[in-house]
């Protein structure tokens, strides 16, 4: 996984609430058995017209946005189904960056997973961030520090110190819980013998 | 100290538990299918790396399976790619797989229930988020993305925080008329699509006992779309009869072992939650989505609403937006709403019980002429059951069509799907824009209320058509 420790970029804002899964990536594109690809048929739906053509209104159609690294949207962004495609639809893009005041908890977790940062912020801090892609200016996040710097502000954030660590050294999560086989093989030892019907034994 | 029933489940599964929270849950069941798997399995042949507990593990295509005769295969290249990936890695990783030729196929949250691969008090898992609806029996069950598919693959375990204990009581009767279904959208109603967001919620109440397993499994399904991670009831004799015999089910002396276990499961009666929801079940009415989201919910008497009564500026545009996407005027009646097509079938409404309930509203019926509907079998199991007491015939004399099992027109990844502004009343979960096709309307709706809009030709009140 890509390790995540600094990033600045002209954000992009999408002011929608409850932006689905289906909107960042529909189905007809999780037929892919790939993970990489799917960058050009983000947010398909809004992005292209019946023709194919670009959507000239839409945020991630328009220079400098369909160069931003950093997306920020409305609530409960990524709610809806599991896929996976949903992040890495976004990274394929470019956006390794997501910033909104709640986020869909599988989404969430997805996040971390593809080396993207899901930054939780309140409102009206949103709407402060939003105008630097009103004015297209550059904002600078420091996962090290929980900091978002813009102009000669900052704002801290907070996240889960576990998830840092793997997001800041870009670790495999597999690796890690193998490494705990030994408390697997145990745990599953004493289910044999309580809850013998798990095994079907 | 007095805990919830999640909580239990949670304790008896904890491998491990770092300082900071971070827990490694083992997994008891997991459940796969051709979308979000692939690339799981990639991950493990690129790691060179095995299924840790096949025999732990169950794999069904439902997304992308054709709903006509599949004598012929399926014709969409890709979909075609999707399934036979995931046949070829069942059998590269020793994985049991229901084929579209076992009649045992279907949807994988129909199918585990079904065959008994569904227990109380497991840990299940699966990478759709669907898999809520496990936890009508009593077991901790949730969605998870394709990375942690492949965790699960390989460890059988799954790294987790513990959610907030949430507890939904529903006490009273339920209006003639009203199902599962419009309790679950009149919850989602009212706390919102993230109202459950970090939570695992736990229905309780005699609404709730009184309900049947299968009525059950349509509120903890569509407990996602209140953004919960799971949802759970405790299980109870009608859980444990269910199960008896079942295929999966443990047997003999096993099956008293896990009885005996299984009767255990359930909230300490001084035990805390962090929230608490109270219901009463009289006052629940036939429900309907008008929007593009699933809390966009009114009742079938009720009104679309107008955005100028909103002073709230991003609810007002959401409204707005929705309207539009939608087709709808403000203050339209739900029942001037046309429909086009019915759809009955999903993981939410595509068991036997709600095959029932639509067939008793469409006996000796005819649909409206400007509509076209179809009936999608949750499973082969459910679409024999169904045929052997004579539902598909109902269904078909009145004008419905009669399908083969799988995901269907839910989200349209097959080739079932609607056309641009092509109005849907649909038994299914999800009303978001595109979900059932680019530019496809859906009113979310119980079967007895896609049965009723079917004959009407519009959004009606299945009330008006009980016997």
């Not at chain 1, 709610?79 to 910033?99: K, M, Q, Y």
């Not at chain 2, 065959?115 to 969605?143: K, Y």
């Not at chain 2, 598919?149 to 925080?161: G, R």
Request: hydrophobic share 35%; proline share 4%.
């Amino acid at each position: 996984m890509q390790k995540f420790n600094k990033l600045k970029s002209i954000p992009a804002y999408l002011p929608i609430v409850n932006i689905d899964t289906d909107m960042i990536i529909p189905k007809q594109f999780l037929k892919t058995i790939k993970r990489t690809g799917l960058g050009k048929n983000l947010f398909f739906e809004m992005r292209y017209d019946d023709q194919g053509k670009e959507v000239n209104d839409f945020a991630l159609n328009q220079s400098p946005f369909n160069n931003s690294k950093i997306l920020i949207a409305g609530k409960n962004f990524g709610c809806g189904s599991s896929r996976e495609h949903a992040p890495w639809a976004l990274l394929d893009f470019g956006i390794t960056c997501v910033i909104s005041s709640s986020y869909a908890d599988i989404f969430y977790s997805n996040c971390f997973k593809n080396g993207i940062l899901p930054i939780i912020l309140e409102e009206e801090k949103i709407k402060e961030l939003s105008e630097y892609a009103n004015r297209k200016e550059e904002i600078s996040v420091d996962l090290n520090e929980e900091k978002i710097v813009y102009g000669n502000s900052e704002i801290k954030f907070q996240i889960d110190p576990f998830k840092k660590k793997c997001l800041l050294e870009g670790l495999d999560d597999i690796a890690l819980s193998l490494k705990k086989s030994d408390k697997i093989e145990k745990f599953e030892r004493n289910i044999k013998n309580i809850k013998p019907w798990i095994f079907n034994d | 100290m007095s805990t919830t029933l999640y909580d239990k489940i949670w304790n008896d599964h904890l491998v491990d538990q770092q300082e900071d929270g971070t827990a490694l849950l083992f997994v008891d069941r997991h459940l796969v299918h051709e979308v979000t798997s692939p690339q799981a399995f990639e991950g493990l042949r690129n790691s060179n790396r095995k299924v840790r507990h096949p025999n732990l593990t169950l794999a069904v295509a439902d997304h992308n399976v054709p709903t006509t005769d599949r004598t012929k295969g399926i014709a969409d290249a890709e979909s075609k790619i999707q399934v036979d990936t995931l046949e070829a890695n069942c059998k590269e990783f020793g994985v049991q797989l229901f084929g579209m030729d076992d009649k045992r196929q279907g949807i994988v949250h129909i199918i585990g229930p079904e065959q008994g691969f569904t227990q109380p008090g497991t840990v299940i898992v699966c990478g759709d988020s669907h898999t809520a609806t496990h936890g009508a029996f009593g077991s901790l069950a949730f969605g998870i993305g394709t990375s942690e598919v492949e965790h699960v693959l390989a460890t059988q375990t799954l790294v987790q925080k513990k959610g907030k204990n949430f507890r939904i009581n529903v006490n009273g009767q339920l209006p003639l008329g009203v199902t599962s279904k419009d309790v679950i959208l009149q919850i989602i109603g009212k706390i919102g699509t993230a109202g459950g967001t970090g939570s695992v919620i736990e229905y309780a109440g005699d609404l709730i006992r009184s309900l049947s397993v299968e009525q059950r499994m349509t509120i903890c399904n569509m407990t996602i779309e209140g953004g919960a991670r799971a949802g759970l009831i405790a299980p109870d004799e009608k859980i444990f009869n269910y199960l008896k015999g079942k295929p999966m089910s443990p047997k003999g002396d096993n099956w008293e072992k896990a009885l005996n276990y299984w009767k255990g499961l359930k909230t300490d009666d001084n035990a805390s939650f962090d929230q608490e929801l109270n219901l009463n079940a009289g006052e629940i009415l036939p429900m309907i989505t008008w929007g593009t989201s699933p809390q966009d919910v009114i009742t079938i008497d009720g009104k679309v609403p107008n955005p100028q009564n909103e002073n709230d500026e991003d609810k007002k545009n959401s409204i707005e937006r929705s309207l539009k996407y939608m087709g709808l005027k403000p203050d339209m009646a739900a029942k001037d709403i046309k429909i086009d097509k019915v759809f009955i079938g999903s993981c939410t409404n595509g068991r036997i019980e709600d095959l029932r309930e639509a067939a008793k509203i469409l006996k000796d019926k005819k649909i409206s002429s400007h509509v076209s509907a179809m009936v999608v079998p949750g499973s082969g199991l459910v679409k024999e059951q169904a045929e052997q007491e004579g539902l598909d015939k109902i269904f078909v004399n009145s004008g419905f069509e009669w399908r083969e099992p799988g995901c269907s027109m839910c989200l349209a990844m097959n080739a079932d799907k609607l056309k641009p502004e092509e109005r849907c009343a649909s038994t299914s979960n999800r009303n978001f824009e595109g979900r059932q096709g680019r530019g496809g309307r859906t009113h979310l709706v119980s079967p007895g209320m896609a049965a009723a809009a079917a004959i009407s030709g519009n959004l009606d009140d299945v009330r008006k058509y009980q016997n």
